[in-house]
T-cell receptor
Framework: KNEVEQSPQNLTAQEGEFITINCSYS?????LHWLQQHPGGGIVSLFM???GKKKHGRLIATINIQEKHSSLHITASHPRDSAVYIC???????????FGTGTRLTIIP | GAVVSQHPSWVICKSGTSVKIECRSL??????MFWYRQFPKQSLMLMAT?????????EQGVEKDKFLINHASLTLSTLTVTSAHPEDSSFYIC????????????FGEGSWLTVV
């Protein structure tokens, strides 16, 4: 059974700090997704990766296939980054997402 | 870019009534859509996989007669919560996969359902 674990569950940081959220999964995957869920509930897909590293603005996502581990980094964090960040994976031949429990990030001005 | 639109954003209904939530892919065809439910401070849980032109595939523990899913076209899937009860109050959200590998996933805005 595929399990996706995230850490930390909650993270509070000062504006400007470098943020790291970790995600581990238990079985081989075809892709790892990082999602951002705002307080209103809407979900935005931040990254989809199957290897290496991707960068978009202040966000960086990395994945290590051998270690079954991915990280999401936020540089120069800002209060508007406050949200729940969720990692999820899809397995080969299956489009269904398996979700992590989410990390609630709060950036204090 | 690709957009998945969900409607309504929020709805309040009385116990025993039915509520329909629509999920549309606006600029691409989605042969497969997914419906999720999320209770407060909990993870998203997959309810069912909606397949265009065929029956939906429900996850274990999800009542198919209570949560009716129809995927009549390549751009529209609907979720109907029948005979709603207060415990059905939740956040419902859909997603659709784009591309041959299905790995580009887009989410609807979500629908907040409150049953009173």
């Amino acid at each position: 059974k595929n399990e996706v674990e995230q850490s930390p569950q909650n993270l509070t940081a000062q504006e400007g700090e470098f943020i790291t959220i970790n995600c581990s999964y238990s079985v081989g995957i075809s892709a790892l997704h990082w999602l951002q869920q705002h307080p209103g509930g809407g979900i935005v897909s931040l990254f989809m990766l199957s290897s290496g590293k991707k960068k978009h603005g202040r966000l960086i996502a990395t994945i290590n296939i051998q270690e079954k581990h991915s990280s999401l980094h936020i540089t120069a964090s800002h209060p508007r980054d406050s949200a729940v960040y969720i990692c999820a994976d899809t397995n080969f031949g299956n489009e269904k997402l398996t979700f992590g429990t989410g990390t609630r990030l709060t950036i204090i001005p | 870019g690709a957009v998945v639109s969900q409607h309504p954003s929020w709805v309040i209904c009385k116990s025993g009534t039915s509520v329909k939530i629509e999920c549309r892919s606006l600029d691409f065809q989605a042969t497969t859509m997914f419906w999720y439910r999320q209770f407060p401070k909990q993870s998203l849980m997959l309810m069912a996989t909606s397949n265009e032109g065929s029956k939906a595939t429900y996850e274990q523990g999800v009542e198919k007669d209570k949560f009716l899913i129809n995927h009549a076209s390549l751009t529209l899937s609907t979720l109907t919560v029948t005979s709603a009860h207060p415990e059905d109050s939740s956040f419902y959200i859909c997603s659709a996969a784009r591309g041959s590998t299905g790995n580009t996933i887009y989410f609807g805005e979500g629908s907040w359902l409150t049953v009173v």
